[in-house]
């Protein structure tokens, strides 16, 4: 019964190579986003889509490109990963007309080694 | 922009203490304010939030926060602290038209001793 789902939970990868990570949420949320948490436990908004529609796109490079084939869905998919990519994703979503706060998912952790 | 600054990075208390974390923001208006806490390995979970009317809002777990809209600030406090209560705390501010995403502080690691 988890309101928003993240796969995998942990992803371990070599350089240069490509991974998704998938973003579900059960909620009827309108709006959907990735966040970044760095080492130092900073969280920094990277995307938002509203109803399928990018909304935001933050200074984030080329080779993150997120999909959303329905408002209940939000991927994310990294080309080239390289070292500094290490982090936590958290998935969110929220209404974006009824601003009750975010609902995360359980992060995914991503290591490139 | 808005931005939010949480002064201190880590604090330590003893159990049974009171605790209060500091949170002050910068925007143009009045904002929507939330405080959320994260565990050792887990997800961000929603303690509390503030859009208007009573500056002093109840959250879960023994928690509220004061908003001072003079101060520009959101700190949190709880009046007894349990060793459970280990854990980052972040606040975090959005705009009241909810067109702007969560920005959140860098949070503050609180260690709760015996």
């Known amino acids: 019964d988890t309101a928003v789902s993240q796969t995998p939970k942990y992803l371990v990868t070599q350089m240069g190579n490509d991974k998704s990570i998938k973003c579900e949420q059960n909620l009827g949320h309108d709006t959907m986003y990735w966040y970044k948490q760095d080492s130092k436990k900073f969280l920094k908004i990277m995307f938002s889509y509203n109803n399928k529609e990018l909304i935001i796109n933050e200074t984030v490079p080329n080779r993150f490109s997120p999909k959303s084939p329905d408002k209940a869905h939000l991927n994310l998919h990294i080309n080239s990963l390289e070292l500094g990519d290490s982090a936590v994703y958290f998935c969110?979503?929220?209404?974006?007309?009824?601003?009750?706060?975010?609902?995360f998912g359980s992060g995914t952790r991503l290591t490139v080694v | 922009a808005q931005s939010v600054t949480q002064p201190d990075i880590h604090i330590t208390v003893s159990e049974g203490a009171s605790l209060e974390l500091r949170c002050n923001y910068s925007y143009g208006a009045t904002p929507y304010l939330f405080w959320y806490v994260q565990y050792p390995g887990q997800h961000l979970q929603l303690l509390l939030k503030y859009f208007s009317g009573d500056p002093l809002v109840k959250g879960i777990k023994g928690f509220e926060a004061e908003f001072i809209k003079s101060k520009f600030s959101f700190n949190l406090r709880k009046p007894s602290v349990q060793w459970s209560d280990t854990a980052e705390y972040f606040c975090?501010?959005?705009?009241?038209?909810?067109?702007?995403?969560?920005?959140f502080g860098k949070g503050t690691r609180l260690s709760v001793i015996a």
């Open positions: 975090a501010v959005m705009s009241n038209s909810g067109n702007t995403p969560l920005v």
């Open positions: 969110a979503s929220s209404l974006l007309t009824v601003s009750y706060g975010y609902t």
